[in-house]
T-cell receptor, first 115, second 117 residues
Framework: GQNIDQPTEMTATEGAIVQINCTYQ??????LFWYQQHAGEAPTFLSY??LDGLEEKGRFSSFLSRSKGYSYLLLKELQMKDSASYLC????????????????WGLGTSLAVNP | NAGVTQTPKFRVLKTGQSMTLLCAQD?????MYWYRQDPGMGLRLIHY???????AKGEVPDGYNVSRLKKQNFLLGLESAAPSQTSVYFC????????????????FGPGTRLLVL
């Protein structure tokens, strides 16, 4: 079946580095997304990986290994404002496929950044 | 650009009442989605639309109806609200990618918090 696993909660210290893991089991794969969601707000897009390797965007990086069904989000130089939930989502099929419009969402990892 | 907007932001309904949630986007996106988000359940797709005049069911469509009469608007209706529909509802939209490998990023509205008593 379809499944995405992420740790439920993580805690880190301001200025540190944290790695949030995501493992997935899906019948197909056409991209993995990371979203950030602050409490009471909407998810906002952080990164996208479709090929193996590391994608870097400022303080945030995302890694993908398709053979292992594994991704991680790396947050460097943590700030208090990084306290949020981080959602991993996988697209199984091609974007233009008629029936496969949905993303499969993980439950999210709640990250608390402490001073 | 306002991006994706949703109205209302918060609503309280009694069981059996009906209501319509409105989603509007000004990014000329072809695709639009309605999700609900519940603690411990994550985001679940209710209905989606790949273009004006077309809609399709997602994972949890029962008890909801949708319409997309205009490209920029996507309406979610609850005909007879039930306490199980208490949730936070998010609308999202995205461009139709012109190649299969081009990412299709979904942009979310601020959400509607619905409480059904």
């Amino acid at each position: 079946g379809q499944n995405i696993d992420q740790p439920t909660e993580m805690t880190a210290t301001e200025g540190a580095i944290v790695q949030i893991n995501c493992t997935y089991q899906t019948s197909g794969f056409n991209g993995l997304f990371w979203y950030q969601q602050h409490a009471g707000e909407a998810p906002t897009f952080l990164s996208y990986n479709v090929l193996d390797g590391l994608e870097e965007k400022g303080r945030f990086s995302s890694f993908l290994s398709r053979s292992k069904g594994y991704s991680y989000l790396l947050l460097k130089e943590l700030q208090m404002k990084d306290s949020a939930s981080y959602l991993c989502a996988v697209r199984e099929g091609y974007p233009n496929a008629g029936n496969n419009r949905k993303l499969i969402w993980g439950l999210g990892t709640s990250l608390a950044v402490n001073p | 650009n306002a991006g994706v907007t949703q109205t209302p932001k918060f609503r309280v309904l009694k069981t059996g009442q009906s209501m319509t949630l409105l989603c509007a986007q000004d990014m000329n996106h072809e695709y639009m989605y309605w999700y609900r988000q519940d603690p411990g359940m994550g985001l679940r797709l209710i209905h989606y639309s790949v273009g004006e005049g077309t809609t399709a069911k997602g994972e949890v469509p029962d008890g909801y109806n949708v319409s997309r009469l205009k490209k920029q608007n996507f309406l979610l209706g609850l005909e007879s609200a039930a306490p199980s529909q208490t949730s936070v509802y998010f609308c999202a939209s995205s461009h139709r990618p012109w190649t299969p490998v081009l990412q299709e990023t979904q942009y979310f509205g601020p959400g509607t918090r619905l409480l059904v008593l």
